[in-house]
């Protein structure tokens, strides 16, 4: 399979702890997003690489989210001190540019705070 | 503000019917994605739409692009069960290179 994978699908946590998140994008794609999507609503932007450059972030991504893309392949979404808010479903997707711009997402990371 | 607003938001349709769903969005752009999600699962592209009056079909359902309405509509002809899911459509304003989404039409076809 080569698209976009995601791990670990699910995470359970207690609040206050720290977690960590790892996407793997598609081989030849260069940019690679973070969304983020709570029950009942579409998904929203988090952060952005173009290689391995964070072009851009959210005001939504507070100082305790942190990502990085470090050769420009996968990326890691870390949490640091969770709260029950954080609980949502975070998406990745990746992109190749010079195309259509087309996103293609992975299957999510599905986080519960408790 | 980047917007997009579909309606309906909830669309029960029996099995064999029509229905069009809605996409309006807040700035000009001619770059309009339409998601299928299925409960539980990720993001799945349907149709890929980046000019005036782009028109794409695959199977039971058809897409289209208004750039100058700021209007994209997802047309469903004689549904069937398995599209039951959340559509999603999002665009891509300008240059930039995040997906705004709307809210989803959550699509239940009952028999």
């Known amino acids: 399979d080569t698209g976009v994978s995601q791990d670990p699908r699910h995470k359970i946590t207690k609040r206050g702890q720290n977690v960590t998140f790892r996407c793997d994008p598609i081989s030849e794609h260069n940019r690679l997003y973070w969304y983020r999507q709570t029950l009942g609503q579409g998904p929203e932007f988090l952060t952005y690489f173009q290689n391995e450059a964070q072009l851009e972030k959210s005001r939504l991504l507070s100082d305790r989210f942190s990502a990085e893309r470090p050769k420009g392949s996968f990326s890691t979404l870390e949490i640091q001190r969770t709260e029950q808010g954080d609980s949502a479903m975070y998406l990745c997707?990746?992109?190749?540019?010079?195309?259509?711009?087309?996103?293609?997402f992975g299957p999510g990371t599905r986080l519960t705070v408790t | 503000e980047l917007k997009v607003e579909q309606n309906p938001l909830f669309l029960s349709m029996q099995e064999g019917k029509n229905y069009t769903i809605y996409c309006n969005y807040s700035t000009t752009s001619d770059r309009l994605y339409w998601y299928r999600q299925d409960p539980g699962k990720s993001l799945e592209s349907l149709f890929v739409?980046?000019?005036?009056?782009a028109v794409k079909q695959e199977g039971r359902l058809m897409a289209s692009l208004d750039t100058k309405a700021r209007l994209s509509t997802l047309h469903i002809t004689a549904a069937v069960h398995d599209l039951s899911a959340t559509y999603f459509c999002?665009?891509?304003?300008?240059?930039?290179?995040?997906?705004?989404f709307g809210t989803g039409t959550r699509l239940q076809v009952t028999l």
């Open positions: 739409l980046l000019s005036n009056g």
């Open positions: 999002a665009f891509l304003p300008g240059t930039a290179s995040k997906l705004t």
């Open positions: 997707a990746s992109s190749l540019t010079g195309t259509s711009d087309e996103q293609y």
